[in-house]
């Protein structure tokens, strides 16, 4: 089976890159940009490139627009009659609310009947951006949190695993891809031990991004990785 991988440098494909399957890669940060690059012959697209984070996209809505919209449009016109993974978002959900989450809605309006649309949660894990809240955790470094927000956080090995099953099944549509489990903020950092400034997130975000797993759990599918065993084995001692 010929795998593209698109987005392969960046931190899910980096990692789904470390699994025993051969992916043909691409990626702008090894010179190939899917707006203009050549797009070879595959059997099945794992499309995973594109621009991330909500507070990025306030500042740069035409840049996600392109990266995200515009370039998978190329993608789906190209792989049309192929089976294709692509990454949504939970954002997705209320696109309203910033265009980060509108570019990963629109994108899930234009694909093709044999897609599969898979809106991660939080995903934290080895590559994650070090601004992520996770990684702050375990630098002890979280300079403040959000008092009203709770998060579904799932960690990078177990959304391979997801994206693995979703490779080797007929699924169609969108699902979504987290531990099912979300945990208020301010209740993580009391249970390890932080204290940090308390703020209200603003309505430009969800308040709650909690995976329904319901898909996923009857494919035989389940998350593996606690959150808090992980922090716990990663997090640096003062």
Not at 38 to 66: F, K
Not at 170 to 195: A, F, P, Q
């Amino acid at each position: 089976m010929k795998i593209l991988m698109t987005g392969s440098e960046g931190f899910i494909g980096s990692n789904l890159r470390n699994t025993d399957y051969h992916f043909h890669c691409l990626d702008i940060k090894s010179g190939k940009d899917i707006m203009t690059c050549e797009l070879p012959d595959v059997d099945v697209v794992i499309h995973l490139a594109g621009l991330s984070g909500v507070r990025d996209s306030l500042d740069r809505p035409t840049d996600y627009w392109i990266n995200n919209v515009i370039a998978t449009q190329r993608i789906f016109d190209r792989y049309k009659d192929k089976r294709i993974l692509y990454a949504s978002s939970s954002t997705a959900y209320e696109p309203w609310k910033n265009p980060y989450a509108m570019s990963k809605y629109s994108m899930e309006q234009i694909a093709p009947k044999n897609s599969v649309g898979m809106r991660f949660t939080t995903v934290y894990g080895p590559g994650a951006r070090e601004t992520m809240l996770i990684p702050r955790i375990l630098r002890n470094d979280v300079p403040y949190i959000n008092v009203n927000h709770k998060r579904d956080f799932i960690h990078v090995d177990d959304v391979i695993s997801s994206i693995l099953l979703l490779l080797h099944n007929t699924y169609t549509g969108i699902l979504d891809v987290g531990t099912g489990v979300s945990n208020k903020l301010t209740d993580i950092l009391t249970r390890v031990g932080i204290e940090a400034k308390g703020q209200i997130g603003g309505d430009n975000e969800r308040f709650d991004n909690k995976a329904d797993t319901t898909i996923l759990n009857s494919y035989g599918w389940k998350s593996s990785i606690d959150l808090f065993d992980y922090i716990k084995k990663n997090k640096v001692v003062n």
